[in-house]
Nanobody, 125 residues
Framework: QVQLVESGGGLVQAGGSLRLSCAASGRTSPFWRMAWFRQAPGKEREYVASDSWSGSITDYADSMKGRFTISRNNAKNTVYLQMDSLKPEDTAIYSC??????????????????WGQGTQVTVTS
């Protein structure tokens, strides 16, 4: 059994920062690819960031580049999303995901087999 649990969401003003955490438990592996997605009310699920090669390779959606940073601590089985220069349009539920298998697009949510329940991020103007 694999479980992913997000934490760190909250209410912040525009320009502020948050760091989200995703703690993995169960039969996990540091070789898995990890990702963050978000979804705002009335909108489709949106790719945020992902990593591969045990976290040594990272990728970001264009709107996140320069503001968000994905990282991990494999010893703690935890993936992070550092969010800086937050904007009201960043308001969404943020979920982490894990892909044990090779293949599949990192941008496609169907690539990922395990998901957390999400954590709410609200950015006020």
């Amino acid at each position: 059994q694999v479980q992913l649990v997000e934490s760190g969401g909250g209410l912040v003003q525009a320009g502020g920062s948050l760091r989200l955490s995703c703690a993995a438990s169960g039969r996990t592996s540091p070789f898995w690819r990890m990702a963050w997605f978000r979804q705002a009310p009335g909108k489709e699920r949106e790719y945020v960031a992902s990593d591969s090669w045990s976290g040594s390779i990272t990728d970001y959606a264009d709107s996140m580049k320069g503001r968000f940073t994905i990282s991990r601590n494999n010893a703690k089985n935890t993936v992070y999303l550092q969010m800086d220069s937050l904007k009201p349009e960043d308001t969404a539920i943020y979920s982490c995901a894990a892909a044990p298998a090779n293949g599949g697009s990192r941008y496609n949510f169907r690539t990922y087999d395990y998901w957390g329940q999400g954590t709410q991020v609200t950015v006020t103007s």
